[in-house]
C-alpha cells in the first residue's frame, strides 16, 4: 500500500512524456526567439491583488478557482492562475522599456473540478507584446501559435477570431445585452443568471445547452462596434488572411477574463473532448494603466501545455529513435578505456552512459536496455588489443566492429 499519492487535478511527467514536455517547450523557446520575444520569469505567488484586479473580481478564476492563502505575516498570496498580471506587474516594477515582447513558461493553479484536459496545476506557455497597437501585431500573435502548432505536427487546430470592442462601444453594447438577458432571465442558469449582473459578457462562455439555445438571438458584440473598433478589426483580419492562414470568425468568442478589449482569437483542436481550448489570448490595452503605468497597449496569447500533449501526442519516443549509447566493459582495465570513450561521446554531443556496478555483459545490456539505449559499445580485451570496439544495434540485434578512430563518425551517421 503506497503512503503517499500526487494531490488531485495535478500530474507528474515522467519519461517517455517528461520528454515531450521538453520537446513542445523547446519548441515554443525557440519560435519565441524567432519572433522577438525574450523570456521573462515571475514568482509562482503574488498579491491576491494583482490577479483580481486584472481578470476581474466576477471571472470564474476570481470567484472559484484561485489558491489563495494567508502567509505567516498575514499578507494575502495566491498562486498563480494565469500569466500575464504578473508580466505586467513585472514589467512596470522592473521599469521595462517599451514595447517590449516577453515570453514565459511556468506553471499555473485553478482550482477546479479535474477532468482530461482540465488540471488544477497546468502549465501555460505565453507571449505577451506590450506597447505596440497595430492589429497587424494580433495578426502575428495569431500566426504564431499557428506556426507553433505546425511545429509540432498539430494539424487539426480551428483558429478562432472576434472583437469584443473598446470603452466606447462597450457600454452600449452590454446595455442591449442586458436587455436581451432580462428577457430571458427565467431560462437562463443560475450562473448566467449572476453573470447578467456582474459580467454579462460572459454568457457566451456558458456551456449548458439551454443558455446557449436562447442566447441564438442574443446581440453579439462584433454587431455593435464603433467604427474605430470596426476599422481595427477589418485590418485584424486582412492582416491574417494576407498570413494565408485559414480561421473563422466566432461572433460568441469573448473569454472570461475581464481585461480583454478588441482582438479576442482561440485555438480550439478538433480531436480533444470538451476540454477543446488549447489556447487563446487578446488585447488588453487598459491593463497596464489600470495598474498604475502608462496608457500602453498590449495583446497576450497563453497556450496550455498538457492539452498540447494530448490533441497530438509528439513522436520522437519510438525505439527506432533511441539516440542513447551505453558503453560497456568486461573488466578493470576495459572500464578505463570505457570511461574515456563515454567522455568521448559526449563531448561529441552524443548521448551516452556507462554503468559501474556488474563487469558482466549481461547485467550490462540487461541496464542498457533499461535505459531505453539504441546501440552498446562494447570495449573487450581482445578487441581493444586489434584497436576496435564491437558495436551492437540493440534495436536490430546486428553487431559490427568499428575502429576505434572511426565510432565517433560512425555512431553521428547511424544515429538518427
Ligand atoms: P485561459 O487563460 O483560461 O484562456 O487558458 C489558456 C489556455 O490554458 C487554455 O486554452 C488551455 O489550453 C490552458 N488551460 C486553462 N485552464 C486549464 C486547466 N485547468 N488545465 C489545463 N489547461 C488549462
Known amino acids: 500500500m503506497l503512503k503517499h499519492t500526487r494531490p488531485k487535478g495535478t500530474q507528474d511527467f515522467v519519461p517517455p512524456q517528461s520528454g515531450q514536455k521538453w520537446l513542445v517547450e523547446t519548441t515554443f523557446r525557440e519560435l519565441a526567439q524567432l519572433y522577438g520575444y525574450q523570456e521573462i520569469v515571475t514568482p ?121 470592442g473598446c470603452r466606447l462601444c462597450r457600454p452600449g453594447f452590454k446595455e442591449r445585452l442586458t436587455n436581451f438577458l432580462q428577457e430571458v432571465n427565467d431560462g437562463l442558469c443560475p450562473d448566467c443568471q449572476n453573470r447578467q449582473k456582474l459580467s454579462p459578457l460572459r454568457v457566451f462562455d456558458c456551456k449548458n445547452e439551454r443558455c446557449q439555445n436562447l442566447l441564438a438571438q442574443a446581440p453579439v458584440p462584433k454587431d455593435h462596434l464603433c467604427s474605430e473598433c470596426g476599422a481595427n478589426f477589418d485590418r485584424f483580419t486582412a492582416g491574417l488572411r494576407r498570413t494565408g492562414i485559414g480561421f473563422e470568425i466566432d461572433a460568441r468568442l469573448v473569454r472570461g477574463l475581464d481585461y480583454y478589449n478588441r482582438t479576442t482569437f482561440e485555438f480550439v483542436s478538433r480531436a480533444l ?36 500533449l494530448l490533441a497530438q501526442p509528439i513522436k520522437g519516443n519510438e525505439p527506432s529513435h533511441r539516440k542513447l549509447v551505453f558503453v560497456l566493459w568486461t573488466g578493470e582495465k576495459e572500464l578505463e578505456v570505457a570511461q574515456r570513450v563515454v567522455e568521448q561521446l559526449r563531448s561529441e554531443g552524443i548521448p551516452a552512459q556507462i554503468a559501474f556496478d556488474s563487469p558482466k555483459l549481461k547485467r550490462q545490456l540487461h541496464l542498457a536496455d533499461i535505459a531505453g539505449a539504441g546501440y552498446a559499445v562494447i570495449v573487450g580485451a581482445e578487441e581493444l588489443n586489434r584497436g576496435v570496439y564491437a558495436v551492437k544495434n540493440l534495436m536490430t540485434g546486428e553487431q559490427s566492429e568499428i575502429s576505434a578512430s572511426e565510432l565517433i563518425s560512425w555512431l553521428k551517421s547511424h544515429i538518427r
Open 44 to 164: 509562482t505567488f503574488e498579491h491576491t491583488e494583482v490577479f483580481v484586479k486584472s481578470s476581474g473580481v466576477a471571472s470564474d478564476i476570481v470567484t472559484k478557482e484561485m489558491y489563495t492563502f494567508t502567509d505567516r505575516a498575514e499578507r494575502s498570496l495566491t498562486l498563480k492562475p494565469e500569466g500575464t498580471p504578473g508580466v505586467v506587474r513585472a514589467v512596470l516594477e522592473n521599469q521595462l522599456r517599451l514595447p517590449c515582447r516577453l515570453f514565459y513558461i511556468a506553471p499555473c493553479f485553478r482550482y477546479s473540478r479535474p477532468q482530461k484536459g482540465r488540471y488544477r496545476e497546468f502549465y501555460q506557455l505565453g507571449i505577451e507584446a506590450l506597447g505596440e497597437a497595430s492589429p497587424l501585431v494580433d495578426a502575428e500573435v495569431v500566426l504564431f501559435g499557428v506556426r507553433f502548432f505546425e511545429r509540432l505536427g498539430l494539424s487539426d487546430c480551428l483558429v478562432k477570431v472576434n472583437s469584443i
Open 273 to 308: 473532448g470538451a476540454q477543446n481550448s488549447l489556447g487563446g489570448g487578446g488585447r488588453y490595452d487598459y491593463l497596464i494603466e489600470e495598474f498604475g503605468g502608462p496608457a500602453t497597449p498590449a495583446i497576450g496569447l497563453a497556450i496550455g501545455l498538457e492539452r498540447t
